[in-house]
Structures are given as C-alpha cells and as structure tokens.
C-alpha cells in the first residue's frame, strides 16, 4: 500500500518490491515473518532516500522478521552492510545514485 510516498509491508514472506517514489517503508507484518526480501525501487530518481523501519503491529522491541535480506532492482547494486534481520523500532536508509546505478546505506 502507497499513500503520500510511505509504503507498507505486511507479508510474512516472500519478496516485497518498494514502490517508485516512496520515500518511507514500513515493515509492518501482523506477526513475526521468517524470511523476507525487501527489494528497492525499479525506477529511482538520482538522491532519492528510501528509509525501511520495522514494527508497529509487533508490540515492544521485539523481532519483525527473522532473516530479512536487502536487494537493489535490476541494473543497480546495493553498497554497504545491510540488515539481516528486523526489530520493532529499527530503521535503515539508502539514498540512490544516478551515476553509477548504486544504492549508499546512510546508516
């Protein structure tokens, strides 16, 4: 679901593209998901930032999803280290670059 440049994701499994021009994506399952692969926009803008959080349905600091992979879309790379695995609370962001097709964690 968009709205406004937010998406939400609340599959247990599976892989889960973000949505062109969404800017925040909440991982938002109604219990706890074992594997999943959040895979970034098809059709970024050069300096778009993507910030993906966990939580909301999951109360407390607890696990969202057990084994979480990270992927860039076709054509693009994905630099730095990113999550494996999500708590409630927890976020990381990646801003794009046209230049080179690469996606930079920002923390």
């Not at 300096?47 to 860039?72: C, E, K, P, R, W």
């Amino acid at each position: 679901m968009q709205r406004d440049g937010i998406q939400e994701i609340t599959a247990t499994s599976g892989t889960q593209t973000i949505n062109d021009a969404t800017g925040i994506v909440f991982v938002n399952p109604a219990s706890l998901a074992a594997t999943l692969t959040v895979k970034l926009p098809a059709n970024p803008q050069d300096q778009d930032v993507v910030v993906i959080t966990g939580g909301g349905a999951i109360t407390g600091s607890g696990t969202v999803v057990t084994l979480l992979t990270l992927a860039a879309n076709t054509g693009q790379a994905l630099l730095g280290v990113s999550l494996t695995s999500l708590t409630a609370g927890q976020s990381t962001s990646y801003q794009y670059r046209t230049s080179n097709q690469k996606w930079y964690k920002l923390f």
